[in-house]
């Protein structure tokens, strides 16, 4: 008698008949764009979960700017560790109302493969280049539909297309607005710490109402919100958090943005960034044939072949690149 069970698709599938009624079941899925035999073991989502671990782009994220950019020392947070705490909230959250885990830790992985180096700066310097804004969110689809297909569910390429507060409609899941607020919460938390660490600001300097309301340490921090998410979900039958404790998160907000994100001294270190990616995407529209073909696709203009290899690229391998394309050679 084996002391093990064998728990197939099948048996997951049928374990979700347990979930809140609000979750989203592997087996209501929309589908894929190309239909697929179903895994032996994995449910739809646990198999998406699975596919965008193993993408190039999600281990480039190791690389990428979360706030500083191209950071010494060891302990700063960087676009890969940022995506493993909104994946540890978003999960937890889930977990706690009954939702769908997978689906909503699938959404939480993918919803920055498509990040610009240079963080939020890099959405800025890429956006004279295509009609409108350029997003990071849509890239992240772009990415994992188009530059490395991996044939996903519907429902997160639409909760990866919609994490951010700016885009509508809004998620059509319940996990997927668990991501937007795991984010927040993510960022706010672990943002906070890097500018302590880099000396920026003090604990001292928070407003006293944040403190007050949240606490003094990052783990108070991030559970208070998680609770203040899960309560008032299940008080009032969607996803929201609770009023007072989000109008302090919008104080926190509000303060990392003046004192931080927008800080003057960042101003010199975000104009040279933005010459990084503005120059990389006009040296490879014009030289088209120097973008590998791995970086894009076939059908792209120059324009769009240049941004996604640009896009795609690591903080310091744009750095190596601008380096070598533009820095005068003394000695050639």
Request: aromatic share 8%; net charge negative.
């Amino acid at each position: 008698m084996s002391e093990f069970l064998r728990r197939t698709r099948e048996i997951r599938e049928e374990a979700e008949k347990s979930l809140a009624p609000a979750a989203t079941r592997s087996t209501e899925s929309r589908g894929r764009v190309e239909e697929e035999e179903p895994d032996e073991y994995r449910t739809a989502f646990e198999r998406d979960r699975d596919r965008i671990i193993h993408t190039k782009a999600f281990r480039r994220l190791k690389h990428k700017t979360q706030v500083f950019i191209n950071p010494e020392g060891d302990h700063f947070v960087t676009r890969l560790t940022h995506t493993l705490q909104v994946t540890q909230i978003g999960r937890s959250m889930a977990a706690s109302l009954g939702l769908n885990e997978a689906l909503t830790e699938a959404i939480c992985l993918g919803h920055d493969v498509g990040h610009s180096p240079f963080g939020h700066t890099g959405e800025e310097a890429l956006a004279p280049y295509v009609e409108g804004e350029w997003l990071h969110s849509a890239h992240s689809v772009r990415v994992l539909s188009a530059l490395e297909p991996q044939n996903l569910s519907w429902e997160v390429i639409d909760g990866i297309r919609s994490h951010s507060w700016k885009i509508t409609p809004p998620p059509s899941t319940p996990e997927g607005m668990l991501c937007r607020f795991a984010d927040r919460i993510a960022y706010l938390t672990h943002d906070f710490a890097d500018a302590i660490r880099a000396g920026l600001i003090g604990l001292a300097d928070l407003p006293s109402p944040v403190v007050a309301h949240f606490g003094d340490t990052s783990r108070e921090w991030i559970n208070h919100m998680i609770r203040a998410v899960v309560d008032h979900t299940i008080e009032v039958g969607e996803v929201q958090m609770n009023p007072e404790t989000l109008g302090t998160m919008h104080k926190l907000r509000g303060f990392m943005f003046e004192k931080v994100y927008l800080r003057p001294e960042a101003e010199f270190q975000k104009e040279r960034a933005i010459v990084v990616i503005r120059n990389l995407v006009d040296y490879f529209s014009h030289h088209p044939d120097e973008v590998p073909e791995s970086t894009t696709v076939p059908e792209a203009d120059p324009v769009t072949a240049a941004i996604d290899f640009v896009a795609g690229m690591t903080d310091r391998y744009a750095i190596t690149t601008h380096d070598r394309l533009f820095r005068p050679r003394l000695f050639d």
